[in-house]
């Protein structure tokens, strides 16, 4: 089991170009979610999945795009990028329908760091 | 709106000591579930101890084991034995109970612990 991974890891932008980060994971979860990280601002939820075709804004999701068109994978859009973009960007996954323990706890990917210059 | 504070930016600690991580939270919420989880230098979130609300016996893994205050609404990590690698930001989570929900988590800001041989 690879887990929860991101692509890429690393990405440097110039202020209005677009990217799209992909996260995948395979360990059949409902749920996924896009997390933004900033010095001194915790983590705070950007879109969240909750099933193959649905997705649903989070907490800041201002700026941002996201698809998930395969219940694997959700893909997190750029279209213009500009530098209060600049962060560390998490995915996670939760929820397995046939392992019950799984409902409490969240598996993250490595992060991708994202400069806009 | 759910929140998570953790009043400790930074927190030190003599290898072998004990040292407690404080969070607060605010919910109207009977239902929910706490989590604290280690972000190391390699960025990987990991999770250290889960609590569910309704559960009045105290969490415990190993060398960490918390304090939950339902009434005060308190939540704090007691990491006993601390080693070199027990290093890294550490964050409160919260996340709403009952089955069927997105299990969005709330992150605190995190509390940057330092071990010092």
């Known amino acids: 089991n690879a887990g929860v991974t991101q692509t890429p890891k690393f990405r440097v932008l110039k202020t209005g170009q677009s990217m799209t980060l992909l996260c995948a994971q395979d360990?059949?979860?409902?749920?996924m979610y896009w997390y933004r990280q900033d010095p001194g601002m915790g983590l705070r939820l950007i879109h969240y999945s909750v099933g193959e075709g649905t997705t649903a804004k989070g907490e800041v999701p201002d700026g941002y795009n996201v698809s998930r068109l395969k219940k694997q994978n959700f893909l997190l859009g750029l279209e213009s990028a500009a530098p209060s973009q600049t962060s560390v960007y998490f995915c996670a996954s939760s929820y397995n329908r046939d392992r019950v323990i799984s409902l409490y706890e969240q598996y993250f990917g490595p992060g991708t760091r994202l400069t806009v210059t | 709106a759910q929140t998570v504070t953790q009043s400790q930016p930074e927190m030190s600690v003599q290898e072998a000591e004990t040292v407690t991580l404080s969070c607060t939270y605010d919910?109207?919420?009977?239902?929910?579930?706490l989590f604290w989880y280690k972000q190391p230098p390699s960025r990987q979130m990991i999770l250290v101890i889960r609590q569910e609300a309704y559960k009045q016996q105290n969490a415990t893994e190993n060398r960490f084991s918390v304090n939950f205050q339902k009434a005060a609404k308190s939540f704090s990590l007691k990491i006993s034995d601390s080693q070199l690698g027990d290093a890294a930001m550490y964050f409160c989570a919260y996340r709403s109970g009952g089955q069927g929900g997105s299990e969005k988590l709330v992150f605190g800001k995190g509390t940057k612990l330092t071990v010092n041989p």
């Open positions: 360990m059949n979860h409902e749920y």
């Open positions: 919910t109207s919420e009977s239902d929910y579930y």
